[in-house]
């Protein structure tokens, strides 16, 4: 079936650093991508999202990057901060599926003092 | 009620029982979905509903069933309880115009069956 892989599954950097993470996604028909963050107990939140016409998106300290050709798309976070510590899931929409989205395995991102 | 709402917030079962996990959303949100979240296993998609009416079978969906009657509610069932469902269940919501679109999530059930 359709899936989406997540890499890397931890990562930790220094405050200040920057952060980025990978998706590779099968389905080549998708045309949305979002990245939802998911802070320790919480519940799942969208931060940034990208659709298929577009190669890049930025959102001040957040920027998606997507490549259609290879079916990969990447998460940048600059200038991180502790409160950026978090797990972060990418997403893909199935072909016709009407907002039914893939998750991948998600990513915990540890940003040190 | 303000956004998306689930209940209980948790609950330990003995196998082979019925349970029912309660979602209820005030935004008339279209589209309602239900996940559920294991580690190293990101979020699955277990059932979703497009419009009232109508249901669809997700990525893992034996063992639940859904209902939805109406725009603000959408109970996720389990018909008999087994140990490998204990995980965190989300329901989620959104508008549905088209393809694209923000999933606001609930605040998650935590079911553990023994």
């Known amino acids: 079936g359709e899936n989406v892989e997540q890499h890397p599954s931890t990562l930790s950097v220094q405050e200040g650093d920057s952060a980025v993470i990978k998706c590779t996604y099968s389905?080549?028909?998708?045309?949305?991508f979002p990245w939802y963050k998911q802070e320790l107990g919480k519940r799942p939140q969208l931060i940034i999202d990208i659709r298929s016409n577009v190669g890049e998106k930025k959102d001040q300290r957040i920027a998606v990057t997507l490549n259609k050709t290879a079916k990969h798309f990447s998460l940048h976070i600059t200038e991180t901060q502790p409160e950026d510590s978090a797990v972060y899931f990418c997403?893909?929409?199935?072909?016709?599926?009407?907002?039914?989205?893939?998750f991948g395995a998600g990513t915990r991102l540890a940003v040190h003092p | 009620i303000a956004g998306i709402t689930q209940a209980p917030t948790s609950q330990i079962l003995a196998a082979g029982r019925r349970m029912t996990l309660r979602c209820t959303q005030d935004?008339?949100?279209?589209?309602m979905y239900w996940y559920r979240q294991d580690l190293g296993l990101g979020l699955r998609l277990i059932h979703y509903s497009n419009t009232a009416g109508t249901t669809g079978k997700g990525e893992v969906p034996d063992g639940y069933s859904v209902s939805r009657a109406n725009t603000d509610d959408f109970p996720l069932t389990l018909a008999s309880a087994v140990p490998s469902q204990t995980s965190v269940y989300f329901c989620a919501s959104s508008e549905a115009s088209g393809s694209f679109g923000e999933q606001f999530f609930g605040p998650g059930t935590r079911l553990t069956v023994l």
């Open positions: 935004m008339r949100h279209n589209a």
């Open positions: 997403a893909a929409i199935l072909s016709g599926g009407y907002n039914k989205l893939i």
């Open positions: 389905d080549s028909a998708s045309n949305y």
